[in-house]
């Protein structure tokens, strides 16, 4: 158990930030989680409150930066301290062929993807380094290392979203604050059904319901276990760089007790 440290978990309502949301108050943490769907908010609320009355469902729209920097500031002033942030909150609307799907549909994913985690990145990495600590744990995912294809605007956000935290890492490296990039595996979600039994779904991702039925989907607990790992700093050495929750964690600590080349689990063309 932890005391009084702080989590805020975007996207909270439903799916992966869901179950981090609820680990990390049975882990102790206080908990804030935001979301846009205000029944989904109380719901968890009410989940939430069986650990503890401390912890916070909260409306905001990861689209809206002056929306997110009062959030982040409204949480510091709360609780005088924000230990974790989880970039969790994401879109995947668009699918089927890149100049087929509805452009707003498209941009959409772009922006909550990757522009959502670049609003909550410049509302708390400032209070980060203010207070002298913190972790911020980026979600990435499929299309990250590899094409996916009929998905190009949530592959290509995410592979931003690598990127991204490789290079905020690099410019904090001088700091106390730690920046992960976090692939959570194949979740049973809202995202997936909606992927695997929607008409459009059906009709261009054919093989994910193929991935469930191999059993490659991981089950409610890992993704947040691994965020945990990064939050608890049994993952420091993997600071900027791609880690997946197929790996072995005692395997990744025993690595990372080895000379790490700096290209290990980065982005890289091979040359």
Not at 10 to 20: D, H, Y
Not at 45 to 55: G, N, P, V
Not at 91 to 101: K, Q
Request: glycine share 8%; charged share 25%; net charge negative.
């Amino acid at each position: 158990m932890v005391d009084n440290q702080v989590i805020v978990v975007t996207g909270a309502t439903r799916g992966i930030g869901r179950n981090t949301a609820l680990y990390f108050a049975e882990k102790g943490y206080q908990v804030v989680g935001t979301g846009r769907d205000s029944e989904k908010l109380k719901e968890v609320q009410k989940e939430l409150e069986d650990y503890s009355t401390e912890h916070t469902m909260v409306r905001m729209d990861i689209t809206n930066p002056a929306e997110v920097k009062q959030v982040a500031e409204d949480v510091f002033k709360k609780y005088g301290r924000i230990d974790v942030w989880v970039n969790n909150a994401g879109a995947f609307m668009a699918i089927g062929p890149t100049w087929e799907v509805k452009q707003e549909d498209w941009v959409n994913d772009v922006t909550t993807n990757l522009i959502g985690t670049f609003h909550c990145t410049q509302a708390i990495i400032p209070i980060m380094l203010k207070q002298g600590f913190g972790s911020m744990i980026n979600i990435v995912g499929g299309g990250t290392i590899g094409a996916f294809k009929y998905g190009s605007g949530y592959g290509t956000s995410k592979t931003a979203i690598a990127r991204f935290t490789e290079n905020l890492s690099e410019e904090l490296k001088e700091t106390p604050i730690q920046v992960f990039a976090l692939d959570p595996g194949l979740n049973d979600t809202d995202m997936t059904r909606y992927q695997r039994y929607t008409e459009v779904g059906q009709s261009y991702l054919i093989d994910i319901e193929s991935l469930f039925e191999q059993n490659i989907d991981v089950p409610p607990h890992q993704a947040p276990q691994f965020v945990y790992y990064m939050a608890a700093g049994e993952l420091n050495d993997y600071v900027g760089r791609i880690v997946s929750v197929y790996e072995d964690i005692e395997t990744l600590k025993n690595l990372s007790k080895e000379d790490i080349d700096a290209d290990f689990y980065k982005l890289r063309l091979k040359k």
